[in-house]
């Protein structure tokens, strides 16, 4: 089943078309990772699946985007609920400056009403397990999250999506920032989570990207050029451009 | 930390291990059915060959999946690399006991031309040799391997006897007796390939623990 459909969508920052045409399907419950040189429109992508790039003065979109089937570019969407579904995991991890607990419990607070302090323990030891962190922290909730280390930081960012029950999971360089230990630690979480999540992860890293997911899609100059399968992307892909991309000819 | 490549390499390490058992099964039924004449059982060599191909390709698409996606290095990409080559030498072991079916079923219902002395013994050498190639596989064994390189002389001795008998004592004295002999020659002949298979794993086996290469160079095996 696809949980993110674009048709024929386009996007424009000011004068400059950032997304040419894009017709795709994500998956629910895999991993599908974009990727493409520097520029190529993948953040663009990614960020159109939550309305990120609203916030960016001169953006203008056409065609359609379906999560779950409602067409978000329907100026009645309500963004607050979209983006409590379609969460967004950043480069660098961005906690804000408060308790591990508090990080934890704040959108839940925002979007919640009046919810008890046991249950509010609960979705907290309930977020940190799904990204296991629990054992690490359980015995310092109540410490700065600014203290934890990056990798620390970035499963804590993650387990906040998962307390506001987020269901689908958007990554723009999620271990751009990490070492390799690190980097294999979140690529096996997020292996763990794909059994309840729907995963977008934009990374630079191609053997990332062939490693960690399902599908696969290369981007080129604000064109998705081929979304397939992470086997034949890497083992066979249909356009030459990807090959000339993922064999390192491209440029 | 367990990688999920652990994984993916222990899948792939099964899969190989199942087509060593088809390949063992595979000449042992070969061999009963030349022994017993069995047909049935010369059938069902031919017909499991679809299994071993089918099995052979998708280990082979796995092999490059994991090369594409995981970028192996150094044991891994060694494990990866030998475990194509066993793979091909493995079916190949396979395609040979079919051939010795098809020279068995045309061997049926034609009086023996000699008692069978020299084939059982090459069957038996045979046989261990694969036997011993695949353990050296399973268990990382080097000496093992070595076994298997040492036992191959003999298996080459043995194809010698069969093949001046069979046409000193019978082809060039009897030339009614060549239908037969021919046969026999043939399936001495691929017994004979089969160990020159299982030495070939066992060369890939040992570069595969421990990265050196004894194909070509005998005189490593004596250090």
Redesign the interface.
Known sequence: MEKIITKNLNLWYGDFQALKNVNSGFKANKITAIIGPSGCGKSTLLRVFNRMNDLIEGVKMNGEILVEGENILNPDIDLVNLRKKVGMVFQRPNPFPLSIYENIVFGEKIHGDNIKKDKLYDIVEESLKSVLLWDELKDRLNKSAMKLSLEQKQRLCIARLIAVKSDILLMDEPCSALDPQSTARIEELMRELKNNYTIIIVTHNMQQAARVSDNTGFMLFGELVEFRDTHEIFTAPSDKRTEDYITGRYG | ?E???DQELKDLNQEILKMGAFAEEAIYKSVEALKNQDTKLAHAVIDHDNDVDNLELAIDEKC??LI????PMAKDLRFIATGMKINAELERIADIAVDIAQRTLELVDKPLLKPLIDIPKLTSVAQNMVKMSIDAFIKRDIELAKKVLLSDPEANALRDLVQKELTEDYMAKDSSSAPRAVQLLLIARFLERICDHTTNIAEDVIYMVQAEVVKHHPEKLKE
């Open positions: 930390m990688r999920h490549f490059i999946d594409a996606r995981y970028q």
